[in-house]
């Protein structure tokens, strides 16, 4: 039986392992980090946004598909390729901390992807290559589950597989943009 501390460290490790992936991550198929990403600091690091827009002067609101709009920008890919922010230090602009060149994955054959959940309103596009296989205004809405049905057919014998996610959240009184993207090489 274990001691009231033991039971108190095991609960505690398992609350900090949860709070570090609270943001959002693909699990499958998984990605080639380009740094270390063993402990939770290293996890901490390369879950978190790849950056903050509202401290990159943009007029930040609730409602990104009007500013997209207002913006013409023709999808949240094209916000993510053509818009001007900085991103954390050693980050790849086009893939964040992902490598589009590390180990390819095999699609998964039930045709599912899985992620750390949606935790933020905000859109999200997932693309086979340049074929888009999934878009929603909101993920956090449309997604509920870490495990969803992607269709994959639009890779073809193999392509890269490229996640955005825009997180949307009220922090202090204003709205907060949270970058987040990866690339995943996949093959049949």
């Known amino acids: 039986m274990l001691s009231s501390v033991s039971t108190f460290a095991v609960l505690g490790s398992a609350m900090l392992l949860q709070a570090t992936e609270a943001h959002q991550v693909v699990y499958v198929p998984s990605p080639t980090w380009t740094r270390p990403n ?28 009007q500013f997209q709009v207002d913006n013409n920008y023709k999808s949240l890919r094209d916000f993510m390729e053509r818009a001007k922010y900085k991103l954390s230090d050693g980050a790849d602009q086009a893939c964040g901390w992902s490598d589009p060149k590390g180990i390819p994955q095999q699609i998964p054959a039930d045709g599912t992807m899985r992620t750390s959940g949606y935790t933020h309103d905000g859109p999200c596009e997932i693309y086979m290559g340049d074929k888009l296989a999934l878009s929603y205004l909101n993920c956090h809405e449309s997604i509920t589950d870490q495990t969803f049905k992607l269709d994959y057919s639009g890779c073809g014998d193999s392509c890269i597989l490229y996640w955005y996610w825009l997180g949307v959240r009220k922090l202090k009184g204003a709205y907060s943009w949270q970058v987040y993207k990866e690339c995943i090489p996949l093959y049949k």
Do not use: A, I
């Open 38 to 65: 063993s402990t939770s600091e290293e996890r901490r690091e390369l879950w978190n946004p790849l950056s903050f827009l509202e401290k990159e002067g943009f007029e930040t609101q609730e409602n990104f598909t």
